[in-house]
């Protein structure tokens, strides 16, 4: 049986073992923790919102003046929509318009123009994000420039992280196929109005039914399949490569296009909810 003076020296063993054990759960947990830059010179007001990419449950909403950085203490490592607002510079007639003749039933939005930028945020790899302008121009040239092409908004984002650039690349790939359809729809219309100067009607009609069959875009469509795959392949363990064939499939309710990549996810990309949730629908239940 221990003395008190053996006691005591027990129990400050045991304090001098426990209390780092006790505490170190604590002091390595890292906390969700981001530093939004927002840097956008060509105002001084604007607001900010964020949400998360698939729920659309609001994660941030305020009024900025006069500011540039955003400390988020408990922001989701996610895919997140940074959409950013500001008063109007540029209304065309057309918009104008039409927003006069149906503000009773949707009021009167004209006055704020939005860009928005989703990114993927894994605060364990940077804990800094900024979103600024892709390139110089004035602020009714970046409204006008959003109008006459709403594929690419100008929104850059720029942070550190291997999940993050992955997320970036994936959206490169899904602006390009966006640019492509475009150009190949103009080529279509600009043939189309050829054959109708020269008074070809039923070569007309025929690339009327073509355009508005949509058949056009199978191609395209393969080429991006294809990309997004070999993004995939190349990046098995991430789990931004999950949420890549969660968002693929839930866009063209077709899992069997990523059905051979998705099986061989593994480490941390099999370690969330979207993972779970294409198994359980796609693989445990068939």
């Not at 780092?20 to 530093?35: Q, V």
């Not at 994660?59 to 996610?78: C, E, F, P, Q």
């Not at 690349?169 to 050829?194: C, M």
Request: with cysteine; glycine share 4%.
């Amino acid at each position: 049986m221990l003395n008190l003076k053996g006691f005591l020296i027990m129990r400050g063993l045991l304090l001098y073992i426990l209390i780092p054990i006790l505490i170190l759960p604590f002091s390595c947990k890292k906390s969700n923790r981001i530093e939004l830059t927002i840097n956008l010179p060509l105002v001084d007001t604007f607001r900010v919102e964020i949400y998360q990419a698939v729920t659309g449950e609001k994660l941030y909403n305020a009024m900025l003046v006069n500011k540039r950085k955003i400390v988020l203490d408990t922001i989701i490592d996610d895919a997140v929509s940074i959409n950013v607002f500001w008063r109007r510079s540029y209304v065309p007639h057309s918009i104008y318009k039409g927003l006069r003749k149906h503000e009773e039933t949707f009021g009167d939005f004209s006055d704020e123009f939005m860009m928005q930028k989703e990114v993927y945020i894994n605060t364990k790899q940077s804990g800094d994000l900024e979103i600024s302008l892709k390139d110089s121009l004035s602020q009714e040239e970046v409204e006008q420039r959003y109008y006459n092409n709403p594929v690419d908004n100008n929104l850059i984002a720029e942070s550190k992280g291997k999940d993050f650039n992955l997320f970036e690349i994936y959206s490169h790939l899904l602006l390009q196929n966006e640019k492509v359809k475009r150009q190949k729809l103009s080529d279509l219309k600009a043939q189309q109005y050829e054959w109708l100067n020269s008074g070809n009607l039923s070569e007309v009609k025929k690339m009327d039914s073509l355009i508005n069959s949509n058949t056009w875009q199978t191609s395209i469509q393969a080429e991006l399949k294809e990309q997004i795959n070999r993004l995939i392949e190349a990046n098995l363990n991430s789990p931004v490569s999950t949420y890549i064939v969660f968002r693929e499939v839930y866009n063209s309710d077709s899992f069997t296009d990523y059905k051979n990549s998705f099986l061989r996810l593994f480490g941390e990309a099999t370690k969330n909810k979207y993972y779970r949730m294409l198994d359980r629908k796609y693989i445990e239940n068939q």
